[in-house]
């Protein structure tokens, strides 16, 4: 069983910048492809990004490409989602997501394990 624990959400400005973070626990790291969705209020939760067991390759939702980059540290059973110029519409509850490594490409993350989620909020 692998537990994820989101941080570094909070407030921000339009154009401004926030690092998440996502400590996991319970399972070999490394053993994981990781990922980032979102859910904002009243929409279905979407896939933002995901890196492979490795870090070795990355994958971005055309919504955010270009202004996020998704990082891991095996060593420190950590995965990272730097945003960049954000925009109101960034505005959602973030989740970690983590998947058994697989073969399957990054876009179709099916995900084994979920965190709580962190709130980032962009205000225009």
């Known amino acids: 069983q692998v537990q994820l624990v989101e941080s570094g959400g909070g407030l921000v400005q339009a154009g401004g910048s926030l690092k998440l973070s996502c400590a996991a626990s319970?399972?070999?790291?490394?053993?994981?492809?990781m990922g980032w969705f979102r859910q904002a209020l009243g929409k279905v939760r979407e896939f933002v990004a995901a890196?492979?067991?490795?870090?070795?390759?990355?994958y971005y939702a055309d919504s955010v490409k270009g202004r996020f980059s998704i990082s891991r540290d095996n060593a420190k059973n950590m995965v990272d989602l730097q945003m960049n110029s954000l925009k109101p519409e960034d505005t959602a509850v973030y989740y970690c997501?983590?998947?058994?490594?697989?073969?399957?490409?990054?876009?179709?993350?099916?995900?084994?394990?979920w965190g709580q989620g962190t709130q980032v909020t962009v205000s225009s």
């Open positions: 319970g399972g070999t790291f490394s053993s994981y492809d």
């Open positions: 890196i492979n067991w490795s870090g070795g390759s990355t």
């Open positions: 997501a983590a998947r058994r490594k697989s073969i399957a490409r990054l876009r179709d993350f099916e995900t084994n394990y």
